[in-house]
């Protein structure tokens, strides 16, 4: 028989590599584009203003000076929005 019909291990096993590697870099660039992309304020109620005591300074997403890991753009460090999680 010839190859085409009844490859090599060792063709095999360049083939299993190369498409195992393929994966791997689709995983890693979808895994990153999903860790940058951050709701807009509208979408997760933001405001420039506590709720009660609940402020974006206090929440776990907050990034200081003026950023959230959740909420794009600038956030106040007293800003609130429904992602807020109390820092422990």
Partial sequence: ????????????????????AGLAAG?????????????????????????????CSECLQFVAPASCKVVEGTISPNGYCIAWVKKP
Avoid: F, V
């Fill in 1 to 20: 028989m010839d190859e085409a019909h009844n490859p090599s291990r060792r063709s095999m096993l360049r083939i299993t590599a190369l498409a195992g």
């Fill in 27 to 55: 995983a890693i660039t979808a895994r990153r584009a999903q860790a940058q992309q951050k709701a807009s304020k509208q979408a997760m109620q933001y405001q420039d203003k506590p709720s009660g005591d609940k402020k």
